[in-house]
């Protein structure tokens, strides 16, 4: 049934079910962080999305969420009583410690920063985190404006695996290059 349904939405929509397969992205990139708990920094997050928040949390992580926007500070910080809620920019962790988490999980956040400022802040995170840093961004180019009054929601970036895979990472691909619904998965282990 389930193959039945999933044929009849890609029917109907043109697409496969990108959820289902950017976890099996994920989990075959990075399987530790579903079975390891840990010190887990989530960047990113907004009131009505929180991409893999539910799977994180049952693999039982001690959650740090890092976000920009205020007002999504104070929502998360109100549904999230499980969490640390921490307003601040990725673009400058020097209040975190080396090493202070075992996972960074940056899912749908790295196109919001200027591809000249990609490197940094993921050296940044990369210093903070002992074990795995995972990423995850629309593959190539995928306009977006500001959302929600949130001005730090606009895509500032185009990004292709060559971004990550010059910095060491393993890179997974989902759907079509610069088409809406693409995804990009980037995974480094230490």
């Known amino acids: 049934m389930t193959s039945f349904l999933t044929s009849l939405k890609e029917k109907i929509f043109g697409k496969k ?11 075959k990139l990075a399987p ?68 202070e988490f075992d996972y960074a999980f940056w899912w749908h956040g790295p196109e919001h920063i200027k591809e000249e400022e990609l490197a940094d802040a993921v ?10 840093v995972v990423l995850g961004c629309p593959w190539g180019d995928y306009p977006q ?18 971004h990550f895979e010059d910095m060491g990472y393993v890179v997974d691909t989902i759907g079509t290059v610069d088409k809406p619904g693409s995804n990009l998965t980037a995974v480094k282990h230490f």
């Open 17 to 27: 079910d990108s959820n289902a397969e950017r976890v099996s992205s994920v989990t």
């Open 32 to 99: 530790k962080i579903f079975e390891e708990p840990g010190k887990l920094i989530y960047v990113g997050a907004r009131q009505d999305r929180m991409d893999f928040g539910n799977e994180l949390k049952g693999a039982g992580h001690e959650f740090t969420i890092l976000e920009i926007f205020e007002p999504n500070v104070k929502h998360l910080i109100e549904v999230c009583p499980w969490a640390t809620v921490i307003q601040g920019d990725v673009r400058n962790l020097e209040n975190f410690s080396e090493d």
């Open 123 to 132: 050296k940044g995170l990369e210093k903070i985190t002992k074990k795995i």
């Open 145 to 162: 404006h500001h959302l929600h009054g949130n001005p730090y929601e606009e895509h500032e970036a185009s990004l292709y695996p060559h």
